[in-house]
């Protein structure tokens, strides 16, 4: 019987992550449904039934939605999340697979403000630490966030101004914002010796529930350890450990061909 019950939670679990990943195309049809999770239609009403009686699930011309209250459940869940605990593992791993310093950081534009910041094997000296802010333009985690951002708050930063920070940094408007369209197609941001001198970095953006960019994660460590040829791998390490970070905060998976 414990077995049969474990069984049943199950499929009722897949049945309402069917559901879920319906609900964004209009829902789906008993037949549907039970097709997509391996059932016959009548298991699948009789699965139906206590997720609707609970509110997690509801029907509307035929076609099953995400209920009510799933919603209160994903709210209270959010509510509970402490940012920098969830993250943790995946700034970790970062580090392993990195061998660099690592960060996690918030906007409070027109600046960035480090949460969390694990040191590498080489603990390199950076003015980042917890709690100190850096400018978003001349940073990569300030990029990495930029450039997924509404337009307004992108002009919002260049109209605060884009003061130089080193002789590297971009400080024409219109390279800026062509610099963000860059980060937005390859997913990740680099710091070429802009913000600090000797120091280079790359970034990636965390997302929340609602797919809008909160956060940004990255990498940080001596140019001469973090050379060009590393960009590619180090922003491909960023964009894993962000979309770990975003998953947990509810964020959709990215769409297939974007990054």
Do not use: W
């Not at 019950?5 to 008993?30: F, K, M, Y």
């Not at 920098?84 to 700034?91: D, E, I, S």
Request: aromatic share 4%.
């Amino acid at each position: 019987m414990e077995r049969n019950n474990s069984s049943s939670l199950r499929r009722g679990i897949a049945l309402l992550d069917a559901v879920a990943e319906a609900t964004a195309a209009g829902g789906a049809t008993l037949t549907e449904l039970a097709a997509a999770i391996g059932v016959h239609k009548s298991s699948a009403l009789r699965l139906l039934a206590p997720l609707a009686e609970a509110g997690l699930v509801r029907v509307e011309g035929g076609r099953h939605l995400l209920g009510p209250r799933t919603a209160q459940l994903g709210r209270d869940y959010l509510d509970s999340v402490d940012l920098r605990a969830l993250a943790q593992p995946a700034l970790r791993r970062l580090v392993d697979e990195s061998g660099e310093s690592v960060h996690l950081v918030l906007p409070d534009l027109p600046d960035m403000v480090y949460i969390d910041k694990i040191d590498g094997p080489g603990r390199v000296r950076m003015n980042s630490y917890v709690g100190s802010r850096q400018p978003a333009h001349s940073t990569g985690v300030g990029r990495a966030y930029l450039a997924f951002a509404p337009a307004e708050t992108v002009e919002a930063v260049v109209a605060n101004g884009l003061t130089p920070r080193t002789e590297r940094t971009v400080t024409d408007p219109a390279a800026f914002r062509a610099g963000l369209a860059t980060i937005r197609g390859q997913g990740y941001a680099v710091d070429d010796i802009e913000n600090e001198p000797d120091i280079r970095c790359v970034a990636g953006p965390v997302f929340d529930h609602d797919g809008a960019v909160v956060a940004a994660v990255s990498v940080a460590g001596l140019a001469t350890r973090i050379t060009p040829d590393r960009f590619e791998r180090l922003g491909e390490l960023v964009v894993a450990a962000g979309r770990t970070i975003s998953a947990q905060l509810g964020a959709p998976p990215p769409q297939r061909g974007t990054t």
